[in-house]
């Protein structure tokens, strides 16, 4: 297992034990999230409650990966990274 998948969370969607993703912008999105994570030698778990947050907060049939760019956009937000508008 790479760095960057090393400790991914069990819940992401997976096919035989493999990541699966639907489009390939999907694939892109974890691919940030795990490389911004392991730049900062950081585990999953922070990242993980902001998913929760966003899957808890969005409509019943929203995909995944949608929540999971809000996860996203919520970590870099709050690390200063990204600004968001007031």
Known sequence: MSP???????EIPRVNGELAFDAL??????????AYLASRDEDWARFRRHLMDAIAE???DTPYYEAWVTAFER?????GVLVTAP
């Open 4 to 10: 960057v998948t090393a400790g991914v969370p069990p």
């Open 75 to 79: 970590l870099l937000a709050g690390d």
């Open 25 to 34: 912008w999907e694939s892109r999105a974890f691919g940030l999230a795990a």
């Open 58 to 60: 969005a409509p019943p």
